[in-house]
């Protein structure tokens, strides 16, 4: 499921309150990113993607949780696939 709107090739643009809720897992390489438009909303993700979130250089709010951490981003950013299911956010 991936209903993100699709700038090129590895790269999706995100809105600029939405939350990348990442589920770590210690005895794999992949994850998960669940993506929403905004964390007020009362809506299902946008997207879901496996792999591992890299980085993060935008302006965004990480917050550490028992099971990975949610980046709240402040501005419109890109989701860019660096390396297969390896992920980075960056400005737009």
Excluded at 60 to 81: F, H, M, N, W, Y
């Amino acid at each position: 499921m991936n209903h993100l709107f699709q700038t090129d090739d590895a790269s999706w643009r995100l809105p600029n309150h939405a939350h990348v809720v990442v589920y770590e897992r210690e005895d794999s390489d992949r994850g998960l990113l669940t993506i929403y438009d905004c964390g007020a909303a009362q809506k299902p993700p946008k997207a879901q993607l496996l792999g591992t979130l890299e980085s993060v250089d935008a302006p965004a709010k990480v917050e550490s949780q028992p099971t990975g951490k949610i980046v709240k981003l402040r501005a419109d950013a890109t989701l860019e696939e660096a390396a297969p299911d390896q992920f980075r956010i960056v400005r737009s």
